[in-house]
Structure formats: structure tokens, C-alpha cells
């Protein structure tokens, strides 16, 4: 099947139109009654519900027959989810990734959108309000990271790596000096991406895969020239997001890095 893509230009404008006009204003400005708490301890404010419900608005008015699935939908309606593996186009939303820093008052956050097509991710965007920092790529046509081409999946030279890791995965790296030189704690799946884009970092590894966390980065990295995978070398599915997932900047190091993180006992 032949889809084109949607208005690339287009998507990035409304995404930074709803960030200047919802998201911003309410950065450091968070009122009394405007941060609650989801199951599991997840914050949400008004600015996620604001904002994909702003997008959830807009974006399919430039593909008929699109759907949407947001975050903040998916915890009020399980059944939301469910569009992921419908035939219709689909914009996957995260409204403010990083909810816990913008709450807090730290500036990294982000705004994710993935364009999905029969569970396969067609385009993407990441963009961080606070240093209108934008990623974004369709297949076929590479990345842009504030325009300029990002060009991934080089040879590395280095044999210690810096990148992020959550849980499990981030003590096993703790104990691989020899390989991972520093690893972080999770904090912003879509600012990690973007560093990933820029060569800050090395690699990120997640053990929860929920798709507005990682649609649009993973592919984002997948199509700049690197490389992402679970941990057993199957593929991310968006519609079945469980496993642990490694995502490098090239397949060597996505390699190197799988080697320390993988148990020795199911090697």
C-alpha cells in the first residue's frame, strides 16, 4: 500500500502552536488543582489534558479518516489503544513527555507525535518547548534535527559508551565500566531520543514500551541510521509493547551495549 505522508511542515507548526499557547504559559505557573496523580504515582496536569486535546482537534483534519491515540485517552478509555491496530491512520500522541520535570519546574520536556499506519510508524516528531528544539523524519526521507540531516550508524572508535538506562538495565550497565562509561536514569524518553539525534548520547534502554513514550524516537533514530531492537532481537511492536527495548545510535554499539545487558543464563 502506498500512503503519503501527511503535511510534515503542518504537524510541526500545530505541535509548537499548542507548546507557545498551553504548555509554556503554565511551565512554572502550575496552579493549585492543576497536577494530579494517575495509578501508579504518574503525574498528569492540565497541560497534558489541554494539549492532546488541542491536537486530538487538529491532526486529522489533515488526513480524513485519521484516529488519534493520546496518552491521556488511553488512561480514561483502555479501549483507545485499541486503534493501533485498526487500518485507519493513526497519530500517536504524548502531550508533555517529561511530565514529572515540567511539574517540578525542569525544562526537559517534550512534545511526541508519531504518524502510524497498520501498527508501522510512517513520520515522526519530537520537540522540546524550551529550546524549540525539533526533531522530526518520514520514511524514505530521513531526519532533520532543527533542519539540519542527521546521518546515524557511523563506525564507532570509542570503547565506552554514555547513554540511558532504566531499572535492571541500568545496573547491568553500572557493571560494565568497561563498556558503558556513565549511564542515566530515565527522565524524558523524547529528550533522550533527541540526544541520541545529536550524538550526546550513546544509547537508551527501556523496560516499559508504551508507544507515545517511543514511537516517534525509535523511528526517528531507526531512520537517521541507527539502530533499535528488544533485547532478543525482535522487533518493537507498537500494538504489543512489552519486552526490553535497546535503542543505539549504530548497530555496533547497539551490539556492545546488548552484550552487557543481556543475562548471561539466557544468552
Not at 492532546?52 to 488511553?74: I, N
Not at 511539574?103 to 501498527?119: D, E, K, L, M
Not at 523496560?207 to 533499535?228: C, I, M, Q, S, Y
Amino acid at each position: 500500500m502506498n500512503h503519503t505522508h501527511p503535511d510534515m511542515t503542518r504537524v510541526g507548526e500545530l505541535i509548537a502552536t499548542a507548546a507557545a499557547e498551553i504548555i509554556l504559559p503554565r511551565f512554572r505557573a502550575l496552579k493549585d488543582g492543576e497536577i494530579d496523580e494517575k495509578d501508579g504515582g504518574e503525574l498528569v496536569t492540565i497541560a497534558d489534558i489541554e494539549t492532546e486535546a488541542w491536537l486530538t482537534q487538529r491532526l486529522p483534519e489533515l488526513v480524513p479518516g485519521s484516529t488519534v491515540v493520546g496518552e491521556e485517552a488511553v488512561f480514561a478509555d483502555k479501549s483507545v489503544f485499541d486503534r493501533l491496530s485498526s487500518h485507519d491512520p493513526v497519530w500517536v500522541i504524548d502531550p508533555v513527555d517529561g511530565t514529572w520535570n515540567f511539574a517540578n519546574g525542569h525544562s526537559t520536556f517534550a512534545v511526541i507525535v508519531a504518524y502510524v499506519i497498520r501498527g508501522v510508524v510512517q513520520a515522526g516528531w519530537i520537540y522540546e518547548p524550551v529550546s524549540e528544539t525539533l526533531a522530526v523524519g518520514a520514511r524514505g526521507d530521513g531526519v532533520c534535527l532543527n533542519g539540519e540531516k542527521v546521518a546515524l550508524g557511523k563506525v564507532e572508535t570509542e570503547t565506552d559508551f554514555v547513554g540511558t538506562a532504566a531499572r535492571y538495565l541500568r545496573e547491568r550497565a553500572e557493571d560494565a565500566p568497561e563498556t558503558v562509561r556513565e549511564v542515566f536514569r530515565p527522565r524524558c524518553a523524547g529528550h533522550e531520543y533527541v540526544q541520541i539525534l545529536s550524538g550526546e548520547r550513546a544509547f537508551s534502554a527501556y523496560t516499559k514500551l508504551l508507544p507515545w513514550d517511543h514511537a516517534a524516537g525509535t523511528f526517528l533514530v531507526r531512520e537517521a541510521g541507527g539502530h533499535n531492537a528488544l533485547l532478543d532481537g525482535g522487533d518493537y511492536d507498537l500494538t504489543q509493547p512489552k519486552g526490553d527495548m535497546l535503542t543505539a545510535r549504530s548497530h555496533e554499539v547497539w551490539q556492545k551495549i546488548c552484550a552487557v545487558m543481556t543475562p548471561r543464563d539466557i544468552e
